[in-house]
């Protein structure tokens, strides 16, 4: 083939190691674990919370198999890669990664109480940069210790947020990704909004020993994406690079999460499911893909509570 390397599949039942494969990958990623309850935090209070979650998307693990995870290793050890239907593949597999990724999910948080039914925080996700708020709309707002009136167990609060998260998108430094990402020389960045709707029924007055929450989400995302290969043709001629491409697509989920402690320390457990359609993405050589899927995600939260002492 002239020094040319033509990309082919040979299906294997090797789906499993690729999907292992990106179980492993961790990357930033805008967080998306819902552990607030519906009650914000109390005028001049803080919480510092740090929480672990797991991003379980059906859009990059429907991309991958064992076939795809050889032919990007062949790939990466060749000087000049004829442009084929796994040369698209490929490149769709990045985009799902990047739109919805598998992988490992943490991120420590601040927040604070600014006025009697508003809150603010800011979330660090090791690289993803969050910042958020929440109003409360039902429910009183006083503390454990000067409980408001009509605080009793099973009291109910309900609240709305407003989140947003921007960052650099990338594909990760392990050897499936790794292999694509020096073919395709694949670059993106994203900034996401998310809204959560959060009812919740106090354990104790005002959320003392805790409290059980859901709620519906709404997320919107901006994706800005492109590639630029430098060995993969067409025959003779090179295949001409991808200039920036700029998508948006919407999200819709639920979530429930489970508040226990005492005052100033508790565990959170939650899950979150999403639904979401990607939509239409091109890609190099005047190809293009569509891509969907649902996202669960379960996660585990702890949280401190620190009073205002001074009240």
Do not use: W
């Not at 039942?13 to 690729?18: Q, S, V």
């Not at 790939?75 to 442009?83: F, G, M, P, R």
């Not at 959560?196 to 709404?218: D, K, M, Q």
């Amino acid at each position: 083939m002239n020094g040319i390397f033509s990309l082919r599949f040979s299906r294997r039942p090797a789906g499993f190691l690729a999907a292992a494969t990106l179980l492993l990958a961790t990357s930033c990623s805008a967080p998306r674990a819902i552990v607030a309850t519906g009650k914000v935090t109390p005028q001049g209070e803080f919480r510092v919370g740090y929480n672990q979650g797991f991003n379980v998307a059906s859009a990059p693990l429907s991309k991958v198999g064992g076939a795809l995870k050889e032919a990007a290793d062949q790939a990466a050890s060749q000087e000049k890669v004829d442009y084929t239907e796994t040369t698209t593949q490929l490149q769709a597999a990045a985009l799902a990664y990047v739109l919805d990724p598998v992988q490992p999910t943490a991120d420590l948080s601040i927040r604070y109480g600014i006025i009697p039914r508003l809150d603010a925080g800011y979330k660090y996700a090791f690289g993803s940069h969050v910042f958020d708020t929440q109003f409360q709309l039902l429910g009183p707002t006083g503390t454990p210790e000067n409980p408001g009136a009509g605080a009793t167990t099973g009291t109910t609060y309900a609240s709305i947020g407003l989140q947003f998260a921007t960052q650099r998108a990338k594909l990760p430094s392990i050897p499936f990704l790794a292999d694509i990402n020096s073919v395709l020389n694949f670059r993106a960045t994203r900034n996401d909004l998310l809204v959560p709707l959060t009812f919740s029924n106090s354990f104790g007055p005002e959320e003392e020993i805790g409290a059980i929450s859901y709620g519906l989400v709404y997320a919107h995302s901006f994706v800005s994406y492109g590639f630029a290969p430098d060995k993969i043709f067409n025959g003779s001629v090179k295949v001409p690079e991808l200039t920036l491409q700029k998508r948006n697509f919407s999200s819709f989920g639920g979530f429930v999460n489970l508040k226990l402690g005492y005052r100033y320390f508790y565990v959170i457990p939650a899950v979150s499911v999403f639904y979401q359609n990607y939509g239409n993405y091109a890609l190099l050589n005047g190809q293009s893909t569509s891509l969907s899927g649902v996202t669960v995600v379960p996660s585990l939260g702890f949280q401190l509570r620190i009073p205002n002492f001074t009240k």
